[in-house]
């Protein structure tokens, strides 16, 4: 790899960088827990890709975002035994070469049991599990790494296998979570992923009698439906079987692959019958022993992963459709107030100190500070609807830049205004004041006079979720210049600046939004902006501004359209 650098000084800091790197890793991994194949992680899971192939599961049979335009990850290629089969919709040539030819391919199935039902069966390793699981001879537990992580071996039967394959045997690192309270009834979301990819071990070296299959990504996401009473639950491989006969590999290895989806539907049936011999009793004491663990750690996270409740009326209000009454918005008022953060679909200030910002020492030890105040205020959010793109709200009559404006008060805004193209177009807006006079905020002073290169290469985003699903709160969390991977337009008028950022203009960025629509209305996120700070004389950095949002609800944004004559 080569990194090209400004100075001989960033380039020292580019090395020391990747050496502390280095070390945290072979600290964080002593023993005889060797490495994975991969080297990026998603917490402590797998490649951020993998799990984004997991969650894109969510898209398929998920409704509840048909309105945002993201390309479908999956493309249906054939149904077999009650089971729909999928695989990745863009595998060109080029993820041809980088992946090996070994492209995912996912089931998706319906089932008769609810999530929790489907998740203990899925996780056991015992003899019970040859009741559905074919391809299954044996398994164990290696190592037990932490409440919700281990090293798991399982030996295949070679009786699914063609006549003339060796058996074969999988050492994986698998990871899981799952939510302990249902209060996805109105939508269809994950509330519990397994996922997994092979690695290797001190401890489980080649097995005689074994060729050693590599799982590049893999796993499960359980969705409920039906109020709970099923379960739809999408099955991804993506498995190199390692055969010596190159020509083999692409017609064979799918073929395999698609056989061991079938499990699927064995996995269907048997959950049709009869359960209350089955669950629980064939877990091995390692596996006890885990969920003892599990249980221990929700109890003393049960703060963090409790979801908000809210009353169910039987109507999906998290489905994009619109009111009868297509009331005319201010601008001022479009969404309440209600820094008490009881009132559902309201805007708030958070906490500064949820956001970590960059130190006064960051430049030399890389630590991040928790933030004591912000440098604005934020005074109104906006959630707007509408046929076509809106862009430039505070040049709207009505608006409260131009309210201020009108009236010769010398305070300045920055506007973000969030663009989420669809059928139905949506903004998520917020206006943040300053008080004081810009020129006394020299690197925000800086931001507004400089050209867009500056600005996205500074503008930097930090979100947190307090309330939602797991997967949520781990997907989005890391600080991101946006303007590195967005679209921004930014418009400067007088007493302003508006950034009108296109989330339409990054496919990752569609996927992420249609799956946090999708249950916006059990949410409470927060979102922070800061000018990101890269030399020692910007140092420490401050947050701009920001705003928390308590379940948005999707149908109750306004009309814009109907604001301008």
Same mark, same amino acid.
């Given at each position: 790899m080569k990194l090209g650098a400004n100075n001989p000084e960033?380039?020292?800091?580019?090395?020391?960088?990747?050496?502390?790197?280095?070390?945290?890793?072979?600290?964080?991994?002593?023993?005889?827990?060797?490495?994975?194949h991969r080297s990026n992680y998603f917490g402590r899971m797998c490649d951020k890709n993998d799990v984004d192939e997991i969650l894109s599961l969510a898209s398929i049979m998920d409704p509840t975002t048909a309105d945002i335009y993201e390309p479908s990850y999956w493309t249906i290629f054939g149904c077999h035994n009650g089971l729909r089969l999928f695989k990745q919709a863009r595998y060109d040539q080029e993820d041809n070469h980088k992946r090996g030819s070994h492209p995912a391919l996912a089931a998706v199935s319906v089932m008769e049991g609810t999530p929790e039902v489907i998740f203990q069966i899925l996780m056991s390793l015992?003899?019970?599990?040859?009741?559905?699981?074919?391809?299954?001879?044996?398994?164990?537990?290696?190592?037990?790494?932490?409440?919700?992580?281990?090293?798991?071996?399982?030996?295949?039967?070679?009786?699914?296998?063609?006549?003339?394959?060796k058996r074969r045997d999988l050492l994986l690192h698998r990871y899981w979570r799952k939510e302990e309270n249902g209060t996805y009834s109105r939508v269809l979301f994950l509330v519990a992923v397994i996922l997994y990819h092979s690695v290797i071990h001190n401890k489980c070296p080649p097995q005689k009698g074994f060729m050693r299959a590599f799982v590049k990504c893999g796993g499960y996401a359980i969705s409920p439906v039906n109020q709970y009473k099923q379960s739809v639950v999408r099955h991804?491989?993506?498995?190199?079987?390692?055969f010596w006969r190159s020509y083999l590999q692409k017609s064979s290895g799918q073929c395999i692959t698609i056989h061991m989806l079938g499990r699927l539907a064995a996995l269907r049936e048997l959950v049709k019958t009869n359960l209350s011999d089955y669950l629980f009793t064939e877990f091995t004491s390692q596996e006890l022993k885990k969920d003892s663990l599990m249980q221990h750690h929700n109890e003393a996270n049960s703060n963090e992963l409790d979801l908000v409740k809210m009353d169910d009326h039987d109507h999906y209000s998290d489905e994009f459709f619109d009111f009868d009454d297509e009331s005319e918005c201010d601008y001022i008022i479009?969404?309440?107030?209600?820094? &008490?953060?009881?009132?559902?679909?309201?805007?708030?200030?958070? +906490?500064?100190? #949820?956001?970590?910002?960059?130190?006064? &020492?960051?430049?030399?030890?890389?630590?991040?500070?928790?933030? +004591?105040?912000? #440098?604005?205020?934020?005074?109104?959010?906006d959630w707007l609807k509408s046929d076509k793109r809106e862009d430039h709200l505070a040049i709207r009559p009505g608006n409260i830049v131009q309210k201020y404006a009108a009236h010769g008060r010398p305070e300045f805004f920055i506007v973000i205004n969030f663009q989420v193209p669809g059928s139905t177009h949506y903004n998520l807006a917020s206006y943040f004041m300053a008080s004081s006079p810009i020129k006394d905020i020299p690197l925000l002073e800086n931001f507004i006079k400089g050209d867009d290169a500056f600005r996205n290469s500074r503008f930097k985003i930090i979100p947190n979720v307090s309330k939602g699903p797991w997967i949520l709160r781990h997907a989005i969390r890391r600080p991101t210049l946006v303007g590195q991977i967005l679209k921004i337009n930014y418009i400067h008028g007088?007493?302003?600046?508006?950034?009108?950022?296109?989330?339409g203009s990054s496919a990752l960025a569609r996927g992420l939004a249609s799956k946090t629509f999708s249950c916006f209305s059990n949410l409470i996120i927060e979102i922070a902006f800061v000018i990101q700070a890269n030399t020692r004389d910007e140092l420490p950095e401050h947050v701009g501004g920001a705003f928390r949002l308590s379940h948005l609800d999707m149908c109750k944004a306004i009309w814009a359209n109907h604001t301008t004559s």
């Open positions: 960033d380039a020292t800091r580019w090395i020391n960088s990747f050496l502390e790197l280095s070390h945290e890793k072979v600290n964080q991994n002593p023993g005889n827990f060797l490495g994975c015992g003899s019970s599990r040859s009741q559905w699981d074919f391809c299954f001879q044996k398994g164990s537990v290696i190592e037990t790494i932490d409440s919700h992580t281990d090293i798991i071996h399982k030996q295949l039967d070679g009786d699914w296998l063609p006549w003339d394959m991804m491989l993506s498995i190199d079987w390692k479009t969404l309440p107030e209600d820094q &008490t953060g009881n009132l559902a679909h309201s805007w708030s200030s958070p +906490e500064p100190s #949820l956001f970590p910002i960059r130190g006064e &020492t960051f430049l030399e030890d890389r630590k991040k500070i928790t933030a +004591e105040s912000t #440098l604005l205020k934020t005074v109104a959010v007088n007493n302003y600046l508006e950034m009108d950022v296109d989330v």
